[in-house]
C-alpha cells in the first residue's frame, strides 16, 4: 500500500499556471503507476494524466493535451502535474492516485487538492 498527500493548489487567473505536488510515502513507490483526477463541483471524478512506474511513458485527457505535464521522482517519492494555460474549466478539486504493479484500477487516493481559475 502506499499513502498519497497531495499539495500546491490555489486561486490563479485564466492563463496562468499552478504546480502540484503529491508525496508518497513506503519504499515500494517504484511498484505504482501513479495518476491525476479532477472532481469539479457536482460533477464526476475525471481522469487528467498518468505516469508509468518509471516515467517513461505517460498518457492525458484530452482536455489538457498539450498544457499539462506529469512526471516523477522516485527517489524522492513524489509525483508532480505542470498546469499551464489554466482555464475556468479546469477548476476542480485534484487528486493523486496510485495503481500497484498487480491492479487493474487505482486503488489508492489522496485527499485532493482544490484548484481555482478565474476568469
Known amino acids: 500500500q502506499v499513502l498519497l498527500v497531495e499539495s500546491g493548489g490555489g486561486l490563479v487567473q485564466a492563463g496562468g499556471s499552478l504546480r502540484l505536488s503529491c508525496a508518497a510515502s513506503g519504499r515500494t513507490f517504484s511498484n505504482y503507476a501513479m495518476a491525476w483526477f479532477r472532481q469539479a463541483p457536482g460533477k464526476e471524478r475525471d481522469f487528467v494524466a498518468a505516469i508509468s512506474r518509471s516515467g517513461g511513458s505517460t498518457q492525458y485527457a484530452d482536455s489538457v493535451k498539450g498544457r499539462f505535464t506529469i512526471s516523477r521522482d522516485n527517489a524522492k517519492l513524489t509525483v508532480h502535474l505542470q498546469m499551464n494555460s489554466l482555464e475556468p474549466e479546469d477548476t476542480a478539486v485534484y487528486y493523486c492516485?496510485?495503481?500497484?504493479?498487480?491492479?487493474?484500477?487505482?486503488?489508492?487516493w489522496g485527499q485532493g487538492t482544490q484548484v481555482t481559475v478565474s476568469s
Open positions: 492516485a496510485a495503481r500497484h504493479l498487480f491492479e487493474s484500477t487505482y486503488g489508492y
